[in-house]
């Protein structure tokens, strides 16, 4: 199964809101309310932002916010600041034997 | 305080062997199901292998079933990945996950990571 589709980058200045978008499929994202989406910083592990495609753990800054319509899922980052630069990878249940699909991941720059 | 530590990374050549190990901590390890999540280097993270809170359910990527094999011992906290057969493209940080459940014991994602352990396959 092939990796959900993130575009490679994107860019805003301090304040501005972005929206990072994930295609699949209707086998995936399509099929289930598992998305998850995590932040990576160079070097560091993968932190939990998003999961059930708008829910936010205990902690995640209420400037994370989730949706999906169809087979795409899309994280939105308002107030954006410059800590927020870092890799987004978005996640989906995929079924079938219990597998899991990430996104190719997108590096978000703040001007 | 949740902490996952990996360990068995290592340089092995290709069609070689290695074992990687997580030991976890701050959290009751026997209730939750645990993922391996793996990273090549410079490329995103892939799913590779998930077991179930007794282990006897464990699911595998189609890039490595019948080459790795996850298992845990709820006794002594901890996973393990058994790597065999390696190839050059497995070549990756290996992450241990903890999966989060929702109130109807699906997993909603994978809330704690560890730092990885590096398997590099290459000749």
């Known amino acids: 199964q092939s990796a959900l589709t993130q575009p490679a980058s994107v860019s805003g200045s301090p304040g501005q809101s972005i929206t990072i978008s994930c295609t699949g499929t209707?086998?995936?994202?399509?099929?289930?309310?598992?998305v998850s989406w995590y932040q990576q910083h160079p070097g560091k592990a993968p932190k939990f932002m998003i999961y059930e495609v708008s829910k936010r753990p205990s902690g995640v800054s209420n400037r994370f916010s989730g949706s999906k319509s169809g087979n795409t899922a899309s994280l939105t980052i308002s107030g954006l600041q410059t800590d927020d630069e870092a890799d987004y990878y978005c996640c989906s249940y995929a079924g079938g034997s219990r597998h899991w699909l990430f996104g190719g991941g997108t590096k978000l720059t703040v001007l | 305080e949740v902490q996952l530590l990996e360990s068995g990374g290592g340089l092995v050549q290709p069609g070689g062997s290695l074992r990687l190990s997580c030991a976890a901590s701050g959290f009751t390890f026997r209730n939750y199901d645990m993922s391996w999540v793996r990273q090549a280097p410079g490329k995103g993270l892939e799913w590779v292998s998930a077991?179930?809170?007794?282990?006897?359910?464990?699911y595998y990527a189609d890039s490595v079933k019948g080459r790795f094999t996850i298992s845990r011992d709820n006794s002594k906290n901890m996973l393990y990945l058994q790597m065999d057969s390696l190839r050059v493209e497995d070549t990756a940080l290996y992450y241990c996950v903890k999966e989060e459940v929702n109130g109807e014991m699906a997993t909603i994602g994978f809330d704690y990571w560890g730092q990885g352990t590096l398997g590099t396959v290459s000749s």
């Open positions: 077991i179930s809170v007794g282990g006897v359910r464990t």
């Open positions: 209707s086998s995936d994202i399509g099929s289930y309310n598992f």
